[in-house]
């Protein structure tokens, strides 16, 4: 009987193990890490009113902004200084924590009504992509670095928002990395 009493005891510890160490990486996993692309006019916009900070991504899309969950940290990347201009930057600008909520619109005037999610935006400087390049893993073959900003927005790892969280000289402990 003692065996047996022991096998179940064993069995209970066994599951509720496996239930918490699978609900861990979930957990961990559960939040992303998103660069942005937009000229540094619009993405400055964005974060210009202190607890006023919205995202807006592939010229106001809903879908991509879908794929965004709260608690999910963004950079923005800004390869010109204005919308379709030749005046390169090729710079992050901003940095922030997406906040709880879904995608809205938000008429911005002229017909433009373009989706939106609120983001809580860190204190952080600018900072040129050059530097890092050859330190991101996104970055798979140098030649062709700018490949992945091409779609406005995608995933990146802790390690590349890390990188690009120290080179703003952003608090890296308020973005959870």
Sequence with gaps: MRN????????TFRQATLWTESAAPAAA??????????SATHARRGC???????????HGKVAPLRRVKPGDRV??????????????????VSLGVVKPGEA???????GFVPYRKDVDYLPAAEA????LLDHFEFVQDRARWGYALRFGLFAI?????RLIAEAMGA???ALGL
């Design 4 to 11: 047996a009493i022991s096998s179940a005891e064993s069995q």
């Design 29 to 38: 996993a559960s939040r992303g890490n998103w660069i942005a692309v937009a």
């Design 48 to 58: 210009a009113q202190p607890d006023a900070g919205y995202m807006q991504v592939c």
């Design 75 to 92: 950079a923005y990347y800004a390869p010109t200084v204005t919308m379709g201009g030749s005046d390169k930057l090729q710079a992050f």
């Design 104 to 110: 809205y619109a938000f008429d911005m005037g002229d």
């Design 128 to 131: 040129a992509i050059a530097p």
């Design 157 to 161: 790892s802790d390690h590349d928002m």
């Design 171 to 173: 608090d890296v402990r």
